[in-house]
């Protein structure tokens, strides 16, 4: 069994910032890459940022030179950097990472959510 946790969601001010924490634990023989995901109400779950192994990052077009994602593979832990925070940032955060279990086959898990809320 394989269980992301998130932490360091809040509510902050426009402009202001925030550090999304995600760390993997369980049976896990490697990881591919690990991500970054939110969902807004009413909205379609929609990618912030990933990381490969590789160092290979890709971002949203809403967030480049605003948001950071870095990972430590070796940890199974993936860190998010959110500056210059805008209202329409707030949403449900959701950590997911592309793996492989022992014995198993490639596949996505994904975390329960941190909520981001950015105020005007």
């Known amino acids: 069994q394989v269980q992301l946790v998130e932490s360091g969601g809040g509510a902050v001010q426009a402009g202001g910032s925030l550090r999304l924490s995600c760390a993997a634990s369980g049976s896990i023989l490697s990881i591919y890459a690990m991500g970054w995901y939110r969902q807004a109400p009413a909205n379609q779950r929609e990618l912030v940022a990933t990381v490969t192994t590789g160092g290979r990052t890709n971002y949203a077009d809403s967030v480049k030179g605003r948001f950071t994602i870095s990972a430590d593979f070796a940890k199974g832990t993936v860190y998010l950097q959110l500056n210059g925070l805008k209202p329409e940032d707030t949403a449900d955060y959701y950590c997911?990472?592309?793996?492989?279990?022992?014995?198993?086959?490639?596949?996505?898990?994904w975390g329960q959510g941190t909520q981001v809320t950015v105020s005007s």
């Open positions: 997911c990472a592309m793996l492989t279990p022992p014995g198993g086959t490639l596949r996505t898990y």
